[in-house]
């Protein structure tokens, strides 16, 4: 059997509420193209992103610890994998297009720069005089621009609907800039389910990986509100050993917990909103998916926890301080003689497209973790080879 493209999206008509967004009501791309035979205009989208050279640097890019501290933490790429698997989830139980979702969640990282929020703070800081850096711009900027690998236009050439969902992604860490995408109205609840998902990628990750590398202590860890009621939905004593089974099997019933009050409450701010359309969806300004007044609380005590134990550890820090001067000595060293840099690099100062420093921020941006050491060493160790 083959299920052409147009009968992809018949069932998408046929099956999705009706506040999803279907990909043949897609506003399409900047640059237009043909559609593919079999594929929808979100999957291609999806799969475009995955055979991207940013996605694949992902892998070597800081979630919280840097490569080299142990090979069984989260990077950059295991967590954008993470949250497309709860945003899939989210988007199927709610009705809505989970190939739009799983796009948006795949590509929300792709600006990432190495060293995680690390890197991010100390490119900012370099470029305060140039517009700043955040890595959700520079999301927009390797989708649209830098990755180059068609022949007839820049960037990746996604459609509205998906880079929508990236300048609407609006969690905690990320800072939000959606000009010349409606910014007076809510992010379709695609982008809304990648949101969530995300939240609650990082947060039981984060947990997880502070427990499994020492970093967090347990006895600390069992007076989080949220982990109470974890013990108790598991029939454990708080006090119990955590040894690796229960650990895992704690974040995943935490994981659970999250994904069905996320569930349950969006689907009742749903009902009481009566919406029957996209535009519906659109007008309502806020967003529909969020977590109950009865999860939200822990969830943000969980938030603290991990700042004030996990991301401010002084294991964390030490390497978070190595990160920050090792960043600025590159970004220094090629502002200060530019002929140091690749000849594709000089050739885009040399297009004045942008900036000089842009241009050096981009490839600063385009790192791995791993490449950004070696880099250094090739700098600024004499006997390193160059």
Sequence with gaps: MFLSREELEARE????????????????????????????????DRDRI???TAFRRLEYKTQVFVYHEGDHYRNRLTHS??????????????????????????????GHPPFGHTGEATLNELMAADGGFDHQRQTMRVVSYLEERYPDFPGLNLTYE??????????????????????????????????LADEIAYNTADLEDGLRSGVLDPLEVRELRIWRRVMTVLGERVDCRLDDLLRARAIRKLIGIEITDVLTATAADIAAAGMQSVEDLRALKRNVAHFSPDLAPDNAELKRFLMGHFYRHPRVM??????HRLLKALFDAYVAEPLQLPYEVQARIERAHDTPKRVIADYLAGMTDRYAIEEYKKLFDPEARV
């Design 318 to 323: 030490r390497m978070s301080t190595k990160a």
């Design 81 to 110: 994998i993470e949250v497309a698997q709860i945003g899939r989830t989210l988007a199927r139980t709610l009705g809505v297009n989970e190939d739009l979702t799983e796009a948006i969640c795949l590509a929300h990282d792709l």
């Design 13 to 44: 008509r046929a099956s999705l509420a009706p506040y999803a967004v279907c990909s043949g009501n897609s506003r399409g791309r900047f640059y237009p193209e043909d559609e593919p035979a079999y594929r929808t205009a979100f999957q291609r």
């Design 50 to 52: 995955i055979h991207t």
């Design 162 to 195: 998906v880079r929508e969902g990236l300048v609407k992604h609006d969690t905690e860490y990320d800072v939000t800039d959606a000009r010349g995408y409606e910014p007076e109205k809510a992010g379709s609840l695609e982008c809304q389910c990648a949101n």
